[in-house]
Structure formats: structure tokens, C-alpha cells
């Protein structure tokens, strides 16, 4: 029996493929350099002067009469008619942002573990292999560590500011998550309905069963009290790195809204993708929707509406649906949060007083090259949300509802695999090799069933969707009130 067999080999190719493709044909690169979004250029000293109506000093004599000198920078009247000029991004333009080979990377790689996870469901689709390993969850898996690095590398950023307020707002908005976690796990099944106690109890009891065969000891309570601190702290640390991008979202969200005023079904979609995570979160609310749609009250009978199976085949298509939705409208985040500078010019022309040509410069700049900053803190959830779904479908014995669902709650069975033996020393070393390796596989696959994967999935699912409701929230009250104000 072959472990992993063809999909070892896309596996291979597709890695290959996007090593060697990445510097010719980059997803990443073609987001932002498609010719749709537009940068906006700082002035030069010269373009600031003429309007300033200066003239560039050529003797010492006309520096002191203009108060120019080498020491002390041009300075000029904030309230000059300034108008910023407008290119689209080139690909030249992208090699000088911030993390831009962290974003290229991240994207890129999502894009093929999507890619390389399609090909997994339709050959399992199409093939009996069920005892292979899927690869595409190992995909998954590298994307969803992949993404909370690159957020992570960017909340330390944040840590290492001189200032000092964006460390102590990831800090205050880290322990506001951890109550919140220890809030939700105590919360019954009737009412959000993870699964975890169930797949809590299997894995337990299946691992004290193989616990006990190794002839070691075991103590239950506090393993599961163990867990539970060790999945309450993975709540905290996803929801102190998903701070800046729920507030990111909401400032562009209010810009994009602007900018599409004359748009009313652009407006529609911005404020559909907004309020995606709030439908996230109630498709696990029991009450809400499971119920309602399995007993839907119809007059004085309660009518049925969809089965069991079909409604959580139609709660992961909704997910993914959503993401897809929250991606196509990514252009209008993003040209809205280049737009800032622009904004700022208009904002320093009603202000009294002098600026520097050079803080003009940096102002305007440093909104451009933190693009792909800003583009990860946007799409880092999305990315996130999405692989934890497939993660959810595959491990969970979910299905598309294209072909029955399995019923993920058989339980664990000893088996132990099966010795053959071998006509040489080289065919004999690779069958004790695989057989090592299927033991190991059926280890994992007897004490974490389908069950547990369906608990552990969908929490993180919800948990993710709740942190960005609760950090965007928190950013629209953050810049429609205070920042206004």
C-alpha cells in the first residue's frame, strides 16, 4: 500500500512549479501590479517650490535671504496648492515595499495548497483511497502556520515602536481575548454547537486506551484541563495578532465606502464583506440557524427545511463563499488606503503654519510602501478563515454535498499492520520502513477520529470570525468617533 503515492508526486511538482515560477508568474505581484490599483507620487523639492513661489537659491546670498541653508530643510506654507500625481503600481514600484517577499510568499503559497487541495478532494473522489494520506491537509496546515507567522511578524513590529500605544493596544486587546475564550468553552453545546466536548472525550478516551497498552500512566482531568488552558492561550495569541488588521479593515472599509459613493452596488458588496464575519459566527449558533432550519415554524407545524448533512455541506460552502466575496473586493480596500495620502495632502492644506518639503516626501511615501502591509492585514484572515474551512471538511469527514457524508463518529479500533516478508535486504529495510510509517498513521488516525477534527476545526473557524467582529468593531468606533473628534 502505497502511503501517499500520485500526490506525492503533485506534491513535488507543485512545489517545483512554484519555485521556479514565483520570479516569472507571481499571483502576489499581479494583485498589485495589474494596472487597477494607482499610487500616488511625492512631489519633488522643486515641484514644491515653484508653487511655493521660491526660487532655487544659487549664491549663499539668496540662501540667507530665502532662510534656506545646508543645516535647516526648505520649508514651505502648508496651505500651498499642492495636487499629488497619480501612477499605476509597476512591478519595479513593488520591489521597495515593506514585507513584500513575506507577502509574495504567503499568497503564492496559499494559491497553491488551494490548487494542490482541489486535486486531493477529485482524487478522492474519483479513486478508492481512503487509507492514503491526504496531502492537501498537509497544505493546509502549512498555510494556516504560514499565516499566523506572517501576522505575528507583523503584531512584533507593532512591539518594537518607539512609541509605545500599539504595544500596549495588542496587550489590552491579547488578555480581552483570553476572557473571551474562557467565556466561549464553557458555553454549552445547545447553544454554539463545536463539538468539542464530544471530540474532546473521544481523543481522551482513545489515547487512555493506547496509553494503557504502552504500560504508562494516565490521568484524564488533568490532561483535559490542560488542553483546554493550552487552547485558551491559541485563542489569545490569534486574537492579539488579528488586532491591527480588524482595525486596518475598518478604516478602509469607511474609505472604501467613500470612494464608491456614486456606487451603490459596490457599496452593497464593501458592506456585505464587512458584515461576513458576523454570518460566520451565527452559522454556529445553534438556536439561530441549525435549529430553525431543521424545525422551521411553519403555522402551527414545524416543517423541515434541510437534513442534518445538508446543512453543515451548505455552512462550509457559505464560508468559502465568503471569502471569495471579501477577495473580489480587495481593490477597493486597497486603492482606498492608498488614497490616505491624498487625504492627508487635502487635510494639510486647511492647517495653518509651515512643513518641510522632506516631511511632505515622507509622508506620502511611507503610505505606499507600507501597501503590502496593509494588503497582508487584509487578506492574512481571509487566508486564515479559508484553509481552516478545508482543514474543517477533509479532517472533519465533512462533505461538499456532492456524495454522502461520513458519519465521523466511529470509534477507534486497535489495528496493527500487516508484516510480509521479503525476498532481499534492500526490500525487506523499505517494507519494515512503510510498515512503521502506516503503524504511526494508524496510531494518529485511532486516537484523533474525525470527531475531534470536527470540534477543533470549527472552533477555530468561529474563533477567527469572532476576533475580526470584535477588532473591527472596535476600529469603527476607533475612527468614525475618536479620530474624528
Same mark, same amino acid.
Given at each position: ?251 478602509? +472599509? *469607511?474609505? =472604501?465606502?467613500?470612494?464608491? !459613493? /456614486? #456606487?451603490?452596488?459596490? %457599496?452593497?458588496?464593501?458592506? &456585505? ?59 477597493? +480596500? *486597497?486603492? =482606498?488606503?492608498?488614497?490616505? !495620502? /491624498? #487625504?492627508?495632502?487635502? %487635510?494639510?492644506?486647511?492647517? &495653518? ?62 489495528? =496493527? ?69
Amino acid at each position: 500500500m502505497a502511503v501517499m503515492g500520485i500526490q506525492l508526486v503533485v506534491s513535488l511538482l507543485t512545489a517545483s512549479i512554484m519555485q521556479r515560477m514565483a520570479p516569472h508568474c507571481s499571483f502576489a505581484r499581479w494583485l498589485l501590479c495589474n494596472g487597477s490599483l494607482f499610487r500616488f507620487r511625492h512631489p519633488s523639492e522643486e515641484e514644491v517650490r515653484a508653487l511655493a513661489g521660491k526660487e532655487k537659491p544659487r549664491s549663499k546670498k539668496d540662501r540667507r535671504q530665502n532662510d534656506v541653508s545646508e543645516s535647516k530643510p526648505l520649508s514651505v506654507p502648508k496651505d500651498i496648492d499642492l495636487h499629488l500625481e497619480t501612477r499605476p503600481i509597476s512591478v519595479v514600484d513593488s520591489l521597495v515595499l515593506h514585507y513584500f517577499m513575506e507577502y509574495q510568499w504567503l499568497i503564492d503559497f496559499a494559491v497553491y495548497a488551494t490548487g494542490v487541495y482541489l486535486f486531493t478532494e477529485g482524487y478522492y473522489c474519483l479513486m478508492d483511497v481512503q487509507k492514503e494520506v491526504n496531502i492537501g491537509v498537509l497544505w493546509c496546515l502549512l498555510t494556516v502556520a504560514f499565516s499566523i507567522k506572517v501576522l505575528f511578524g507583523m503584531m512584533t513590529h507593532y512591539f518594537r515602536s518607539e512609541e509605545g500605544g500599539e504595544r500596549s493596544v495588542c496587550l489590552v486587546f491579547g488578555f480581552l481575548f483570553l476572557l473571551i475564550a474562557m467565556l466561549v468553552l464553557v458555553v454549552r453545546e445547545d447553544y454554539l454547537e463545536f463539538g468539542l466536548e464530544s471530540g474532546f472525550s473521544a481523543a481522551f478516551d482513545n489515547m487512555e486506551m493506547f496509553v494503557r497498552q504502552q504500560g504508562w500512566e494516565w490521568s484524564v482531568p488533568v490532561t483535559k484541563l490542560t488542553v483546554k488552558l493550552g487552547l485558551v492561550g491559541i485563542c489569545s495569541f490569534v486574537g492579539a495578532c488579528l488586532t491591527f488588521p480588524g482595525f486596518r479593515l475598518a478604516q478602509t +472599509h *469607511l474609505d =472604501a465606502l467613500k470612494m464608491t !459613493a /456614486d #456606487k451603490p452596488m459596490i %457599496q452593497i458588496l464593501l458592506h &456585505a464583506s464587512f458584515v461576513a464575519p458576523v454570518v460566520i459566527v451565527l452559522m454556529w449558533v445553534k438556536p439561530v440557524t441549525r435549529d430553525f432550519l431543521l424545525s422551521a415554524p411553519m403555522g402551527k407545524e414545524n416543517v423541515q427545511l434541510m437534513s442534518s448533512s445538508t446543512y453543515n455541506s451548505v455552512r462550509l460552502w457559505t464560508v468559502v463563499a465568503l471569502c471569495v466575496l471579501r477577495l473580489a473586493v480587495t481593490r477597493y +480596500h *486597497l486603492q =482606498a488606503y492608498l488614497n490616505l !495620502a /491624498d #487625504k492627508w495632502v487635502d %487635510q494639510m492644506k486647511k492647517e &495653518a503654519g509651515r512643513i518641510t518639503v522632506i516631511e511632505i516626501q515622507r509622508k506620502v511615501s511611507r503610505v505606499f510602501f507600507y501597501l503590502t502591509v496593509v494588503t497582508l492585514q487584509y487578506l492574512g484572515p481571509i487566508i486564515l478563515t479559508f484553509h481552516l474551512t478545508l482543514l474543517l471538511k477533509t479532517l472533519g469527514d465533512y462533505s461538499w454535498g456532492f456524495y454522502p457524508e461520513s458519519p465521523g463518529f466511529s470509534p477507534a479500533t486497535d489495528t =496493527a499492520p500487516s508484516s510480509s516478508t521479503a525476498s532481499s535486504d534492500d526490500e525487506e529495510d523499505i517494507q519494515v520502513t512503510i510498515t512503521k510509517i502506516t503503524a504511526v498513521l494508524n496510531a494518529i488516525r485511532n486516537v484523533f477520529t474525525p470527531l475531534f477534527y470536527r470540534g477543533l476545526f470549527a472552533f477555530l473557524t468561529w474563533w477567527v470570525a469572532a476576533c475580526q467582529i470584535v477588532t473591527s468593531l472596535c476600529g469603527l468606533y476607533f475612527h468614525q468617533y475618536l479620530v474624528s473628534s
